[in-house]
């Protein structure tokens, strides 16, 4: 089984939609959590990371819950600058920097 | 600041030949880390390397190898290359603290014919 799953997609959306992307981890032991977006044919770029309370930043907003090994982000009033993959990525407790990705969610904002 | 910087940016290889990659960290980064990105996955982790010691080790061959050098900089080598290993190569630098954020290179895009 996968350490990380995800919804590969792809979504497309017109702009200005609201967009949630979900992803689950296997692993108990996981201890921190993160969304990275990735443009075509360019590296990982971190987008936020995600704790328990849940986080906002700007437009974006990431949920934990470790109960049900469960992350989510959701994109509100999307723009065609969102266009891109979005990989949810846990890191292992004891593991050092040892990060395990998803495959990741395409996702498309057509105008 | 430079960020992450990696080279050769791309490269071709023949089956059966040797790659060597490499890679430099963020200023004040002593971890670094390489990934394995194929066309349509996520990155899957190969190496993380810290004081010039192996941290860690995913589920890759022999064939896979790095070091990291007194300056934290580092190489990946892959010996006897096959048509499987083509893909994006990503190394990633962070502070030595487990979940700490990794910052990414632009990657070395390995193409094995």
């Known amino acids: 089984r996968k350490e990380v799953e995800q919804d590969p997609g792809p979504f497309n959306v017109p702009e200005g939609a609201t967009v949630a992307f979900n992803c689950t981890y296997s692993?108990?032991?996981?201890?921190?959590f993160f969304w990275y977006r990735q443009d075509c044919r360019k590296e990982p770029k971190l987008l936020m990371s995600?704790?328990?309370s849940g986080n906002e930043d700007g437009r974006f907003t990431a949920q934990l819950n470790r109960a049900s090994q469960y992350i989510s982000l959701l994109i509100r009033d999307s723009k065609l600058s969102d266009s891109a993959t979005y990989l949810c990525?846990?890191?292992?407790?004891?593991?050092?920097?040892?990060?395990?990705f998803g495959t990741g969610t395409s996702l498309t904002v057509i105008p | 600041d430079a960020g992450v910087t990696q080279s050769p940016t791309h490269l071709i290889k023949t089956r059966g030949q040797h790659v060597t990659l490499r890679c430099s960290p963020i200023?004040?980064?002593?971890?670094v880390s390489w990934y394995q990105q194929v066309l349509g996955q996520g990155p899957q982790f190969i190496f993380q390397?810290?004081?010039?010691?192996?941290?860690g080790r995913g589920n890759f061959p022999d064939r896979f190898s790095a070091r990291q050098f007194p300056n934290y900089s580092s190489e990946l080598n892959v010996n006897a290359l096959l048509l499987g290993d083509s893909a994006l190569y990503l190394c990633a630098s962070s502070l030595d603290r487990p979940g700490n954020t990794i910052y990414f290179g632009e990657g070395s895009w390995l193409t094995v014919v």
């Open positions: 692993n108990s032991a996981s201890q921190s």
């Open positions: 995600v704790y328990s």
């Open positions: 990525v846990v890191n292992l407790a004891n593991t050092g920097n040892q990060f395990y």
């Open positions: 390397y810290y004081e010039k010691e192996e941290r």
């Open positions: 200023s004040g980064h002593k971890s």
